[in-house]
T-cell receptor, first 113, second 113 residues
Framework: GENVEQHPSTLSVQEGDSAVIKCTYS??????FPWYKQELGKRPQLIID?????GEKKDQRIAVTLNKTAKHFSLHITETQPEDSAVYFC????????????FGKGITLSVRP | DVKVTQSSRYLVKRTGEKVFLECVQD?????MFWYRQDPGLGLRLIYF???????EKGDIPEGYSVSREKKERFSLILESASTNQTSMYLC????????????FGSGTQLSVL
C-alpha cells in the first residue's frame, strides 16, 4: 500500500518568514495530493490540494508543488503569521472506488511572533 | 457549510464493553470515513463507505465494524473495547470523487479503562 512520509516532524519559523513542508510518497499510482491543517483542539481542514497532472498550485499565501519523478510534494507558506501555527498533514491517494487516502504523520509548525 | 456531527466529544468506557460512535452529515454526501488519530501516528483509516449499506476496510479495521443504514449516518462499532483502542476518532464525509475534499467532524476522544 501507499506510504506517506513527512519531513521534518516539527518546524519553527519567525513571523514573516517562509515555511516549506515536504512529503514523499511510495505508490506511483497516486494522483491526488491534499494538505490538511489542524489547529490545536480543532478538526482537520483542507487547505489546498493538487492533482498529478499539475506541477504547482497557488492560493494566496500557500502553494503546493509536485515532483512526480521523485515522488515528493511540498507545501509552501509565505509571509507566515501566528495563526499559521498548526499541525499540517499531507496525504496521497489513487483513483477508483476502493482507493484509500493515506496521511502522513503530521508536522507541527510554530510561527514565532 | 457542511456539518459533520459526532455524537460525543468525550467518552469513557470499560474494557470489554461494546461501544458505538455515531456520525451524521447534513450535506447528502455519498462517502463517509472513520479515522483514528494518535500522537505521532497521524490519521489512520479504519473503514469507509461510498454508498448506503456499502463498507470497505481501511488500513486498520481489526477490532472495529461499521454500519451505514442511512446515507447521512455512519456508525463505528467497537465490538469489545480494549485499552489500545483509546484514541481520538474522527469521522469525515465527501462528495463525488472518494478521497477529495474531506470534511471532518470535531472528533470523539475515547478512553478505554
Amino acid at each position: 500500500g501507499e506510504n506517506v512520509e513527512q519531513h521534518p516532524s516539527t518546524l519553527s519559523v519567525q513571523e514573516g518568514d517562509s515555511a516549506v513542508i515536504k512529503c514523499t510518497y511510495s505508490d506511483s499510482a497516486s494522483n491526488y495530493f491534499p494538505w490538511y491543517k489542524q489547529e490545536l483542539g480543532k478538526r482537520p481542514q483542507l487547505i489546498i490540494d493538487i492533482r498529478s497532472n499539475v506541477g504547482e498550485k497557488k492560493d494566496q499565501r500557500i502553494a503546493v508543488t509536485l515532483n512526480k519523478t521523485a515522488k515528493h510534494f511540498s507545501l509552501h507558506i509565505t509571509e507566515t503569521q501566528p495563526e499559521d501555527s498548526a499541525v499540517y498533514f499531507c496525504a496521497a491517494s489513487s483513483s477508483g472506488a476502493n482507493s484509500k487516502l493515506t496521511f502522513g504523520k503530521g508536522i507541527t509548525l510554530s510561527v514565532r511572533p | 457549510d457542511v456539518k459533520v456531527t459526532q455524537s460525543s466529544r468525550y467518552l469513557v468506557k470499560r474494557t470489554g464493553e461494546k461501544v458505538f460512535l455515531e456520525c451524521v452529515q447534513d450535506m447528502d454526501h455519498e462517502n463517509m470515513f472513520w479515522y483514528r488519530q494518535d500522537p505521532g501516528l497521524g490519521l489512520r483509516l479504519i473503514y469507509f463507505s461510498y454508498d448506503v449499506k456499502m463498507k470497505e476496510k481501511g488500513d486498520i479495521p481489526e477490532g472495529y465494524s461499521v454500519s451505514r443504514e442511512k446515507k447521512e449516518r455512519f456508525s463505528l462499532i467497537l465490538e469489545s473495547a480494549s485499552t489500545n483502542q483509546t484514541s481520538m476518532y474522527l469521522c469525515a464525509s465527501s462528495q463525488g470523487d472518494l478521497n477529495e475534499k474531506l470534511f471532518f467532524g470535531s472528533g470523539t476522544q475515547l478512553s478505554v479503562l
